[in-house]
């Protein structure tokens, strides 16, 4: 099993910034990628953006391409989203979630076997 823990959600003007976090615990050896996912209310869930477990790659839906970046830390078993540019549509639920299986990045959330409990972002006008 896998345990996530994220952090970091607000409320935030548009515009602003903020970066969550997300920390891996448990059998992180088996983590192939790592992903964040948002649900705002009456939506399914959307994703946002992914990275491989090594870091070499990462894939960004095309909505917060050049606003968002996704990174992670080796040492901490943590991935990170920053978020700039923030607009009040980024207003949602973001989830973490990690991925057991080849190839590592996928974009759709039945591709990933664990999630964290989600982080409130909320983004004022």
């Known amino acids: 099993q896998v345990q996530l823990v994220e952090s970091g959600g607000g409320l935030v003007q548009a515009g602003g910034s903020l970066r969550l976090s997300c920390a891996a615990s448990g059998r992180t050896f088996s983590i192939t990628a790592m992903g964040w996912f948002r649900q705002a209310p009456g939506k399914e869930r959307a994703f946002v953006a992914a990275?491989?477990?090594?870091?070499?790659?990462?894939y960004y839906a095309d909505s917060v391409k050049g606003r968002f970046t996704i990174s992670r830390d080796n040492a901490k078993n943590t991935v990170y989203l920053q978020m700039n540019s923030l607009k009040p549509e980024d207003t949602a639920v973001y989830y973490c979630?990690?991925?057991?299986?080849?190839?590592?990045?996928?974009?759709?959330?039945?591709?990933?076997?664990?999630w964290g409990q989600g982080t409130q972002v909320t983004v004022s006008s």
């Open positions: 979630a990690a991925r057991p299986k080849f190839p590592p990045i996928s974009t759709m959330a039945s591709g990933y076997d664990y």
């Open positions: 990275i491989s477990w090594s870091g070499s790659n990462t």
